[in-house]
Each structure stands twice: as C-alpha cells, then as structure tokens.
C-alpha cells in the first residue's frame, strides 16, 4: 500500500488552531473508522493522540480533535501550545495482512 | 506502568543479520498482539511486522518479506525481530510497538533501537 498524504509542514501562533489533513483511499481512509494520529517529539517514540477517527485516549488534552470525510482524515490542534510543536503522522488500518499504513508525517510549528 | 524495551540494534554490514528484542512489562504481555514498526532517519513511520497473541498468525510488509522473522515468547514477555539478508535501506530505528485492545491503533510504543546497515 501506498503512504497516506499529509502536507509536510503547518504553523501557527499560540492560542490559534491548526488543522492536519491525511488523505488515502477508500481501502484504507475511506474504507474504515481505525484511522489514528501519533504525536513525535524529536529523539521521542510516537505518542497515540487520536483513535478511531475522533476518540481521544485517556490523558489527551481535549485541545487535540479528530474528524474524517471520505478518504481525508484531519487532526485539529485548538489553543496552541508551544509543548505541541512536534511531527505529526496518521495511520489507518490497510485491511489486509492486519498491515497499518501511515502519512509522510507533518512538522507542526508553533510560531 | 506499560513499558516496552527495545534492544539489539546497533551497525551490521549489507546481507549481515541481527536479531532485536523488546521486552514488555506492566501489562499481560500475552493477552494483546504486537508489532514491529521502524523509521528511517529523517523520515517517516513504516509497519514492518505484526504477530498475534499466541505467535499463530504473523504478517509482515512486502519490504522485509522473506527476510525479516517475528516472533514472541510469552512465557519472558519478549517479542523478536530476526532479520537476515539486511540492506542499506533497512536503516531504521525500529519499534516495537502494542496494539490497542479491541482496535487497531498502537497505544504504547518502545523507545526505539537504531539499526544501521552499512558497509
């Protein structure tokens, strides 16, 4: 399978909110909720932000969101932190091989 | 608390092998499946390989297929990576990472282990 889509850089001021897309196709994206979104500090493993398109896991500031149309997924950052600077990548379950693809990934700055 | 501990990597010339581990704790390792997951430097993540709760059902990307070996040991709450015939582009760190219960997103990874494979 190929990567998702993501674009590869976002910004925004403190306080603003920021929205991430993730773009695939109908037989990963589109064809399913099991998409999810990873948080990654330089030097840092992934952190699990988003599951299941729009749920939160315990201890996610409510700030982060989830939404999906089609076979685009979007992960909004609200009230931006400087501690939200990090890469962000999506993954969806690809259907086969219980194999997961991800995004290229996105550099989130908080200018 | 959850921990995955990753080790094992380190610098191997092309078509060497080498053998990662990950040890688990904090939870019943064998009650949730695992996987393994690595990211070439500078670059983003890729799904490398996935085994199921008992070791009966494995899966692995078309990249590393038929070089690559996971597997599992419950009884020492371990997971395995055995790779074989390795390639300059499987420089990666690799993770080892667990699969949320019920779903099918990665809930707690490792820190990672890099591999370079070099010359």
């Known amino acids: 399978q190929s990567a998702l889509t993501q674009p590869p850089s976002a910004s925004g001021s403190p306080g603003q909110s920021v929205t991430i897309s993730c773009t695939g196709t109908?037989?990963?994206?589109?064809?399913?909720?099991?998409v999810s979104w990873y948080q990654q500090h330089p030097g840092k493993a992934p952190k699990l932000m988003i599951y299941?398109?729009?749920k939160r896991p315990s201890g996610v500031p409510d700030r982060f969101s989830g939404s999906k149309s089609g076979n685009t997924a979007s992960l909004t950052v609200s009230g931006l932190q400087g501690e939200d600077e990090a890469d962000y990548y999506c993954?969806?379950?690809?259907?086969?091989?219980?194999?997961?693809?991800f995004g290229g990934g996105t550099k989130l700055t908080v200018l | 608390q959850v921990q995955l501990v990753e080790s094992g990597g380190g610098l191997v010339k092309p078509g060497g092998s080498l053998r990662l581990s990950c040890a688990a704790s904090?939870?019943?390792?064998?009650?949730?499946?695992m996987n393994w997951i690595r990211q070439a430097p500078g670059k983003g993540l890729e799904w490398v390989s996935y085994?199921?709760?008992?070791?009966?059902?494995?899966y692995y990307a078309d990249s590393v297929k038929g070089r690559f070996t996971i597997s599992r040991d419950n009884a020492k709450n371990s997971l395995f990576l055995q790779m074989s015939s390795l390639r300059t582009e499987d420089t990666a760190v690799y993770y080892c990472?667990?699969?949320?219960?019920?779903?099918?997103?990665?809930?707690?990874w490792g820190q990672g282990t890099l591999v370079t494979v070099s010359s």
């Open positions: 085994i199921s709760r008992s070791g009966s059902t494995i």
């Open positions: 904090g939870f019943t390792f064998s009650d949730y499946y």
């Open positions: 109908s037989s990963d994206v589109g064809g399913h909720n099991y």
């Open positions: 299941e398109v729009s």
């Open positions: 993954g969806s379950y690809a259907g086969s091989n219980n194999s997961v693809v």
């Open positions: 990472a667990r699969v949320s219960l019920g779903r099918r997103d990665f809930d707690y």
